[in-house]
Structure formats: structure tokens, C-alpha cells
């Protein structure tokens, strides 16, 4: 069984400052990682994703998230939060088993303040 | 390239309606998949197919058919609406030998 908890459904930061919307798995295998965001009345897109290579990925717009076996998580950050960012953010989790379904966590809606 | 393509992107019904939301890829995915996405309880798995003619149930199926006759289409249906079936949806497709999801843009659906 696979599971993910987003912590905290809400984040607001100011622009330019850090963002770190938390994430943590759980998996009976090795997992599969993946940030997708969520813009207004848009369906998901692929931030970034997590395949067993690099721990430290990076993804589009600034984004990278660290994968961290002992902590069970892949947090995401962005080192200078921008106007554009303030979207809703998903983290999800896939495995080799199961037909690769993906279960996505509850979702972090980012609010970006001037 | 037209990825994954919904419609309707809005639909009304009235309690006990039956309707077909339609997802149609052209990406040669093998992988379909349909989501519902409700405030606070990110995505639910409805029904996913890993190949023309082969089906199964996700988390919450009830009150939705699905059937995958060629690889490109994998239609929704709600049998007999019922409010607690107002949500958006979204449907999913991937490569077979990939892992990541390419989503629709989503329909949204109230059920009066």
C-alpha cells in the first residue's frame, strides 16, 4: 500500500522569500516521487519527478525537491517565491507494482503576497 | 499536440440523469485513467485501464462505469447522478513504459 501526507493545506510566504511545502510517503518498495501543480480551472502539470537517480531533483520554474529514505519525504522548495507560483501543489507517489498507479496527497494551495 | 482531451469542461444534471464524460488521448498512451479532485481531498482514483479492453476500480468506483474499446478513448459514465457525485474530473494517461501522469484540463460537474 502507498500513501502521502502533505502537511499544512495552506502556505503563504512573501515574494522572494523561501518556499517549502512538506511532503512525506509512504511505500512498501522503492518509490516513484512526483510534484504536480495545479493552476486556476488547469489540470496537473508536472513540476518534477523522482525515479531512484540523483536524490536532489530539479524541476521547472525554479522547483527541486530532495528525496530523503530515512525521513520518508520529498519536501519541495524554491529559493525566491514569485507572484506566478501561487498555485495548488500535489504530491504524489507511484510504484512498479500495482499497475503504477499514483495516489496524490490532499494538496498545498501557495499564496504569494506582494 | 492535443495531449488528453475532455469534454465537456462543464455539465449540470439533475439528480438521477445519466451522462458520459469523454477523455480521448493521441498519444499512443496504454495507461488511462479517471480522477475525481474534491476541496481538501486532492485526487481520488475512480477507474484506470492498462490497455485497450482491460479495466479495473481505483478507490472510489461506485456510481461510475468505464470501458476502453481503443487505445485512444476511455469514456466516464454515471449511471444515475447523484449529489454527492458534484466534483471535477480528470482524466489521466500514461506511457506504458513511464510513469508520469499527463493530465486533461477537467470537468467540472454539479449534480442538483
Known amino acids: 500500500a502507498q500513501s502521502v501526507t502533505q502537511l499544512g493545506s495552506h502556505v503563504s510566504v512573501s515574494e522572494g522569500a523561501l518556499v517549502l511545502l512538506r511532503c512525506n510517503y509512504s511505500?512498501?518498495?522503492?518509490?516513484?516521487l512526483f510534484w504536480y501543480v495545479q493552476y486556476p480551472n488547469q489540470g496537473l502539470q508536472l513540476l518534477l519527478k523522482?525515479?531512484?537517480?540523483?536524490?536532489l531533483v530539479k524541476g521547472i520554474n525554479g522547483f527541486e525537491a530532495e528525496f530523503k529514505k530515512s525521513e520518508t519525504s520529498f519536501h519541495l522548495t524554491k529559493p525566491s517565491a514569485h507572484m506566478s507560483d501561487a498555485a495548488e501543489y500535489f504530491c504524489?507517489?507511484?510504484?512498479?507494482?500495482?499497475?503504477?498507479?499514483?495516489?496524490f496527497g490532499d494538496g498545498t494551495t501557495l499564496t504569494v503576497k506582494p | 499536440n492535443a495531449g488528453v482531451t475532455q469534454t465537456p469542461k462543464f455539465q449540470v444534471l439533475k439528480t438521477g440523469q445519466s451522462m458520459t464524460l469523454q477523455c480521448a488521448q493521441d498519444?499512443?498512451?496504454?495507461?488511462m485513467s479517471w480522477y475525481r479532485q474534491d476541496p481538501g481531498m486532492g485526487l481520488r482514483l475512480i477507474h484506470y485501464?492498462?490497455?485497450?479492453?482491460?479495466?479495473d476500480q481505483g478507490e472510489v468506483p461506485n456510481g461510475y462505469n468505464v470501458s476502453r474499446s481503443t487505445t485512444e478513448d476511455f469514456p466516464l459514465r454515471l449511471l444515475s447522478a447523484a449529489p454527492s457525485q458534484t466534483s471535477v474530473y480528470f482524466c489521466?494517461?500514461?506511457?506504458?513504459?513511464?510513469?508520469?501522469?499527463?493530465f486533461g484540463s477537467g470537468t467540472q460537474l454539479s449534480v442538483l
Open positions: 498519444m499512443n498512451h496504454e495507461y
Open positions: 489521466a494517461s500514461r506511457a506504458g513504459g513511464n510513469i508520469q501522469l499527463f
Open positions: 523522482y525515479t531512484s537517480a540523483a536524490t
Open positions: 504524489a507517489v507511484s510504484d512498479s507494482t500495482n499497475a503504477g498507479k499514483s495516489t
Open positions: 485501464s492498462v490497455g485497450a479492453g482491460i479495466t
Open positions: 511505500s512498501s518498495v522503492p518509490p516513484y
